[in-house]
């Protein structure tokens, strides 16, 4: 394929995978800011104002970055792994496959997907989040580049997780077991300072803390990562490296046919 | 120049089953190909090699002289493939299915507009274009498979099973499309059980069985191996009873119908002469269906007896 052709392929997936879930909105684009909506009246409102200050911030203004993650790393995995899924269920994969598309062009158009939904919502989830504190950025490139990195990253994850996924009920496996227990650990509702410096040791083998911490110093300008002798840089360059990592470790299953081929 | 040619294509699965075990395979641009085999014998994973949808063992295979390993991508941009099962999210719209399927093929958006209009009014489904394809019927979907499979105007066009199950009108529409599309230069490998279907449409035909092919030969040629035929005459006049001197296995199906069965050698000019003499009027004479049918069981039926052919 000419890289015009390749550009066109690509544009034409990622156009799919935005029109299925923009078609199903209710179901991708309501529910997170439902849920954040909730966070914020319970955690902020009620219980936030007797919590106080929370890593030298007021518990709601430390809590929004770690939300938005939360949103993004969840919509964007779940975006990938639902829809690559459902597609070799219904073995609608099978339209890519016998085009001359090549398997990094897939990968490529599944991770924008994942991407395009996780900026989406992380986009809804700051503007409900606007409703409750008036919020400032202190870096916005680095907010940026930490989201849709994070975004990328999980939406790997979830094409990964759809790879080898036989039944529905393995979508839900690494989300629920270990994608949650993560970002709950990771910083999202409380600063790790708070914790004995043995589960703070624990918690910096959690990659999800450093996304987490990153986007809360771009936002902040202040995270638990500089406070535990860890620079911003450490942090992007663990989200790079992982990235790197996964779309090897896809572009290698692609290429074996793994879970698409028999 | 060959439209597909398959050399010592082999397949085992994980578990030690050989689907395919060493074929050689030939097809000849232009021609409207039968591959025919039982259930099991291999046609859908050499389909599936073809198509990259089966990862074979070992063996080549060349899309119009492109090696399919060794330049994927270009030897993709002539094939089109009508799977047997539905292979579309049923949940989109018909126009969006066969215009993304145009989209992969890196078809710009005007193309891929322009050849969906074309193959969905050919395909008489351009009614349904904004319809979401679940709520079409078993024969629509059928429909909106060839169209995606052609919207790349492919020079290679297989198609697997295209006419399970769908009624006779789709049948004979589908038929008569794909006979004008091959006319106009697309190479067409077929697989089906309607054996019919491949004596009335096919130049050629091979037989897979066990993943071995036990006949690769032209249809004209497999036909006149046939030891006897069998014709059917329709009857201008009611008969009630068959003449005495009709030499020939005859059976009358109904007052208006009489089946002969002719053995290898014999001619047709006895057979009128003989009907004519009875003051029988003959209104039209057609082959009985399963001349095909009958040779394709002895194929199969003697490859399970040891080879003999």
Not at chain 1, 129 to 158: E, K
């Amino acid at each position: 394929m000419t890289p015009l052709e390749q550009y066109r392929a690509l544009l034409t997936i990622l156009y799919k995978e935005i029109h299925r879930f923009m078609r199903i909105w209710t179901q991708t684009l309501i529910p997170p800011a439902i849920m954040i909506m909730l966070y914020f009246v319970i955690f902020g409102t009620l219980i936030g104002k007797r919590i106080g200050q929370m890593g030298g911030f007021d518990y709601m203004q430390f809590m929004i970055p770690g939300l938005i993650m939360m949103s993004v790393i969840s919509n964007s995995y779940s975006n990938v792994v639902s829809s690559f899924f459902g597609q070799k269920f219904a073995r609608s994969i099978e339209e890519l496959l016998i085009t001359p598309l090549p398997h990094y062009l897939i990968l490529l158009g599944w991770v924008l997907g994942g991407v395009a939904r996780g900026l989406l919502v992380g986009a809804i989830v700051t503007i409900v989040s606007l409703w409750f504190y008036d919020l400032s950025v202190n870096n916005w490139t680095l907010s940026i580049f930490v989201v849709i990195s994070t975004s990328i990253l999980f939406s790997l994850g979830g094409f990964l997780n759809a790879l080898f996924a036989e039944s529905f009920d393995d979508i839900s496996i690494i989300p629920t077991f270990i994608m949650q227990p993560l970002i709950y650990l990771g910083g999202v509702f409380y600063s790790i300072q708070l914790l004995p410096s043995f589960w703070q040791t624990v918690s910096l083998a959690n990659p999800i803390l450093y996304m987490i911490n990153a986007f809360r110093y771009s936002i902040l300008g202040a995270s638990d990562l500089e406070a535990l002798g860890f620079s911003i840089n450490y942090a992007i360059f663990m989200i790079i490296g992982f990235i790197v990592l996964f779309a090897s470790i896809c572009l290698w299953f692609l290429h074996k046919g793994r879970g698409i081929r028999t | 120049m060959k439209a597909l040619s398959i050399s010592n294509l082999k397949k085992e699965y994980a578990g030690g089953l050989q689907a395919l075990k060493g074929i050689d395979l030939e097809v000849s641009q232009g021609d409207f190909f039968a591959l025919l085999g039982p259930n099991g014998a291999g046609k859908s994973t050499t389909i599936g090699v073809i198509s990259s949808l089966v990862t074979k063992t070992s063996g080549q295979v060349k899309i119009l002289d492109i090696d399919i390993d060794e330049n994927h991508s270009l030897a993709k941009k002539k094939l089109g493939v009508v799977g047997q099962e539905v292979n579309f999210n049923q949940f989109e719209k018909v126009g969006d299915i066969i215009r993304n399927q145009a989209g992969y093929h890196g078809l710009s958006f005007k193309e891929a507009r322009e050849n969906a209009k074309y193959y969905m009014q050919k395909l008489d489904i351009w009614d349904k274009r904004n319809e979401q394809a679940r709520k079409l019927s078993g024969g629509m979907k059928r429909r909106v498979m060839v169209a995606k499979a052609l919207v790349n105007n492919p020079e290679l066009l297989i198609l697997d099973e295209p006419t399970a199950g769908v009624d006779i009108e789709l049948r004979r529409s589908l038929w008569d499309f794909l006979t004008e599309i091959n006319n106009e230069g697309t190479t067409i490998i077929l697989t089906t059980h309607y054996l019919e279907e491949a004596e009335r449409l096919c130049r050629n035909i091979a037989i897979i069985d066990s993943g071995e092919i036990v006949e690769n030969t032209s249809m004209q040629e497999l036909l006149t191996r046939l030891e006897e035929e069998t014709f059917v005459f329709d009857l201008k006049n009611p008969l009630q009873t068959l003449p005495d001197n009709l030499e020939y296995q005859a059976v009358l199906e109904n007052p208006q119908k009489l089946k002969v069965t002719i053995g290898k050698g014999q001619g047709l000019n006895t057979i009128f002469e003989v009907l004519s003499n009875s003051g029988i009027q003959i209104s039209s004479m057609r082959n009985d269906t399963g001349r095909l049918e009958e040779l394709f069981m002895g194929l199969v039926d003697s490859n399970l007896n040891g080879g003999e052919r």
